[in-house]
């Protein structure tokens, strides 16, 4: 790649450029923040001039860069930088790599990412037996999916969990006692945290992200949090370089709409004290969403089930929130100005979320509650009744394509817990966007890596095959449907056009083509007249590999060579 010179306008040609406004495009210039122009090779070898930059991509892609709709920045942080155990294939193997860290660590061992479903033994841990592996140490292993984990004696005993609720008695720790042990392990000084924060952004820009909704709440990390985040990642507070954007959620519930504005306002003044200057409402909490949970998670057992869980008879999940708190909340939200929504699993925890929307409309009325953009977060269990009901009162779902790739399918994580019927209709994608309900895509990391490729791969590939989406869909679900869910002032945000923002990832591909999911789409999508903008193709081992990542025409990542 030609060394580019800040404040001169960058002509990339040579490659395929994925644009509503050209679908045969192969360059584009960059001036400033904005894309000043898209069009052919030939055009472009007329356009250059000696005032440009010029980036040869050599037959590479470049299109609008990613956005993840649900992650948690410092907890994905220490999945990298901690025990990783999600390729762990038995309680075997957990101890083991336990057993290794304790003997070259010099705290708790911290962990992530196991999954007991997928392990011959079908349990987890013990404490006892992290006592042994761990030599005594201090050690917490969270579940994948983040609502639960299992601790050792020692740190149970140091928080005094025995009696608290959420603490299992064997190591096991949910609810209460596992938001405790959260707080303890995430309590971190600033500068800790800086680094961590610096250490999730890198990564993200390196896979091709440009902004994450962080779903901050109070059982996930602190208030505190997601204010050094937002002042980092969105004013430079503390930063080696540019970052993608966060938009930035906080899961607090409001009855009144004096309390929504009150979390906002706290938000913007412990902003303004890391910025030294006020805040405008631009620079403020998106909404009071994310994971304001309903119910918690399938695999530990947590999500709000109308019947039992099929491996736990009489175990229907917990529920956190009734239809009048959820109502309310909603109608604080929508009077506040703010986005409103929730963490929803369980089929009973959906009927909660329904019941309080239709309340909602009754309070504030159908048009306010439509115009709030309203959104709620996973929706993996749900009716087609329900999804006309998330039709009618305009709600967005912001969904996590990765756990059917994960859990879906014969013998996996939700026919365990739910039974063959049940698990069949997990996840119905293709049916959300039948209905018109709109759909943004994440990965909710660290519970699946973020890799946007694998999320529109896992899209194409449901285990449902009338719940599959082309290729096409699920990476505008991924760019300008996440800006969209999120209420970002620039509508062009997301696509590349003359005029609009130049924010894209260019990314190394093998082939390109139109990817419908097998089963799916009409023969007229696939032929070049159609003039549907190529992506890559997904059929194979390998994925797309980020070269650059830019956002609002500034780099945030290259990798070396290019």
Same mark, same amino acid.
């Given at each position: 790649?030609?060394?580019?010179v800040?404040?001169?306008?960058?002509?990339?040609?040579?490659?395929?450029?994925?644009?509503p406004?050209d679908?045969?495009a192969?360059a584009?210039l960059v001036?400033?923040?904005?894309?000043?122009?898209?069009?052919?090779?030939?055009a472009?070898?007329?356009?250059?001039?000696?005032?440009m930059d010029?980036?040869?991509?050599?037959?590479? #892609?470049?299109?609008?860069?990613?956005?993840d709709?649900? *992650?948690?920045?410092?907890?994905?942080?220490l999945?990298?930088?901690?025990?990783?155990?999600?390729?762990?294939a038995?309680? +075997?193997?957990?101890?083991?790599?336990?057993?290794?860290a304790?003997?070259?660590?010099t705290g708790?061992?911290?962990?992530?990412?196991?999954d007991?479903?997928?392990?011959?033994?079908?349990?987890?841990?013990?404490?006892?037996?992290?006592?042994?592996?761990?030599?005594? =140490?201090?050690?917490?292993l969270?579940?994948?999916d983040?609502?639960?984990?299992?601790v050792?004696?020692?740190?149970a005993?140091?928080?005094d969990?025995?009696?608290?609720?959420?603490?299992?008695?064997?190591g096991?720790?949910?609810?209460?006692? +596992?938001?405790l042990?959260?707080?303890?392990?995430?309590?971190?000084?600033? %500068?800790?945290?800086?680094?961590?924060?610096?250490?999730?952004? =890198?990564?993200?820009?390196?896979?091709?992200y440009?902004?994450?909704?962080?779903?901050?709440?109070?059982?996930?990390? $602190?208030?505190?949090?997601?204010?050094?985040?937002t002042a980092l990642?969105?004013?430079?507070?503390?930063?080696e370089?540019?970052?993608p954007?966060?938009?930035?959620?906080?899961?607090?519930?409001?009855?009144?709409?004096?309390?929504?504005?009150?979390?906002?306002?706290r938000f913007?003044?412990?902003l303004?004290?890391?910025?030294?200057?006020?805040?405008?409402?631009?620079?403020? #909490? *998106?909404?009071?969403?994310?994971?304001? &949970?309903v119910?918690?998670?399938?695999?530990?057992?947590?999500a709000?089930?109308?019947?039992?869980?099929?491996?736990?008879?009489?175990?229907?999940?917990?529920?956190?929130?009734?239809?009048?708190a959820?109502?309310?909340?909603?109608?604080?939200?929508t009077?506040?100005? #703010?986005?409103?929504?929730?963490?929803?699993?369980?089929?009973a925890?959906?009927?909660?979320?329904?019941?309080?929307f239709?309340?909602?409309?009754?309070?504030?009325?159908e048009r306010? !509650?439509?115009?709030?953009?309203?959104? !709620?977060? +996973?929706?993996?269990?749900?009716?087609?009744? %329900?999804?006309?009901?998330?039709?009618?009162?305009?709600?967005?779902?912001?969904?996590? $394509?990765?756990?059917?790739?994960?859990?879906?399918?014969?013998?996996?994580?939700?026919?365990?817990?739910?039974?063959?019927?049940?698990?069949a209709?997990?996840? $119905? !994608?293709?049916?959300?966007?039948?209905?018109?309900v709109?759909?943004a895509?994440?990965?909710?990391?660290?519970?699946?890596?973020?890799? @946007?490729?694998?999320t529109?791969?896992? &899209?194409l590939?449901h285990?449902d095959?009338?719940?599959?989406?082309?290729?096409?869909?699920?990476?505008l679900?991924?760019?300008?449907?996440?800006?969209?869910?999120?209420? +970002?002032?620039? @509508?062009?945000?997301?696509?590349l056009?003359?005029?609009?923002?130049?924010?894209?990832?260019?990314?190394?591909v093998?082939?390109?083509m139109?990817?419908?999911?097998?089963?799916?789409?009409?023969?007229?999508?696939?032929?070049?007249?159609?003039?549907?903008?190529?992506?890559?193709?997904?059929?194979g081992?390998?994925?797309?590999?980020?070269?650059q990542?830019?956002?609002?025409g500034?780099?945030l990542? =290259?990798?070396a060579?290019?």
């Amino acid at each position: 790649m030609s060394t580019t010179v800040p404040g001169r306008p960058v002509l990339y040609r040579n490659g395929s450029v994925y644009s509503p406004a050209d679908p045969f495009a192969t360059a584009v210039l960059v001036d400033g923040a904005r894309v000043a122009w898209v069009g052919s090779e030939e055009a472009a070898q007329s356009l250059q001039d000696s005032s440009m930059d010029v980036v040869d991509l050599d037959g590479r #892609l470049l299109a609008p860069g990613f956005v993840d709709s649900h *992650v948690h920045l410092t907890e994905t942080a220490l999945a990298l930088s901690t025990l990783d155990l999600a390729a762990a294939a038995s309680l +075997h193997e957990v101890l083991e790599a336990v057993a290794r860290a304790a003997r070259t660590a010099t705290g708790p061992v911290l962990g992530s990412g196991w999954d007991e479903s997928v392990w011959p033994e079908r349990r987890a841990p013990t404490a006892e037996e992290l006592d042994r592996a761990a030599g005594g =140490r201090e050690v917490y292993l969270t579940r994948i999916d983040v609502h639960s984990g299992v601790v050792s004696s020692s740190l149970a005993r140091r928080l005094d969990l025995a009696g608290l609720e959420g603490w299992l008695g064997d190591g096991r720790v949910e609810n209460l006692a +596992h938001d405790l042990v959260r707080a303890a392990a995430l309590d971190f000084g600033p %500068g800790r945290r800086a680094e961590l924060h610096r250490l999730a952004l =890198r990564h993200a820009a390196s896979q091709g992200y440009v902004a994450l909704a962080e779903a901050n709440a109070e059982q996930v990390a $602190p208030f505190d949090d997601l204010v050094r985040l937002t002042a980092l990642a969105n004013h430079g507070v503390g930063a080696e370089g540019p970052s993608p954007r966060v938009l930035p959620y906080r899961g607090e519930l409001a009855a009144t709409a004096g309390q929504a504005r009150a979390v906002a306002e706290r938000f913007d003044t412990a902003l303004a004290d890391l910025l030294g200057r006020a805040v405008d409402r631009r620079e403020s #909490l *998106v909404g009071l969403a994310g994971d304001l &949970c309903v119910d918690g998670a399938l695999g530990s057992r947590t999500a709000a089930l109308r019947a039992p869980y099929a491996d736990a008879p009489g175990d229907r999940g917990d529920r956190y929130l009734d239809a009048a708190a959820v109502a309310a909340h909603l109608a604080a939200t929508t009077e506040a100005g #703010l986005q409103g929504g929730f963490h929803v699993i369980g089929d009973a925890g959906m009927d909660i979320v329904l019941e309080g929307f239709d309340r909602a409309e009754q309070l504030v009325g159908e048009r306010a !509650l439509h115009s709030a953009g309203h959104r !709620l977060e +996973h929706a993996e269990m749900i009716d087609p009744e %329900g999804i006309e009901r998330l039709a009618h009162h305009a709600v967005t779902v912001s969904v996590q $394509p990765g756990f059917d790739a994960a859990w879906g399918g014969p013998g996996g994580l939700y026919e365990q817990r739910l039974g063959a019927d049940r698990a069949a209709a997990m996840n $119905p !994608l293709a049916s959300f966007y039948r209905a018109g309900v709109p759909v943004a895509l994440g990965s909710d990391a660290p519970v699946v890596p973020l890799s @946007p490729w694998e999320t529109v791969r896992a &899209c194409l590939h449901h285990h449902d095959p009338d719940q599959r989406i082309s290729a096409r869909a699920a990476f505008l679900a991924s760019t300008r449907g996440a800006w969209r869910a999120a209420r +970002h002032p620039d @509508p062009m945000q997301g696509q590349l056009a003359p005029g609009t923002p130049a924010t894209f990832a260019v990314w190394d591909v093998e082939a390109l083509m139109v990817q419908q999911a097998e089963g799916t789409g009409s023969a007229w999508s696939t032929d070049p007249r159609a003039r549907t903008p190529l992506l890559p193709a997904l059929d194979g081992a390998s994925l797309p590999v980020c070269r650059q990542t830019v956002l609002d025409g500034v780099e945030l990542y =290259r990798s070396a060579g290019f």
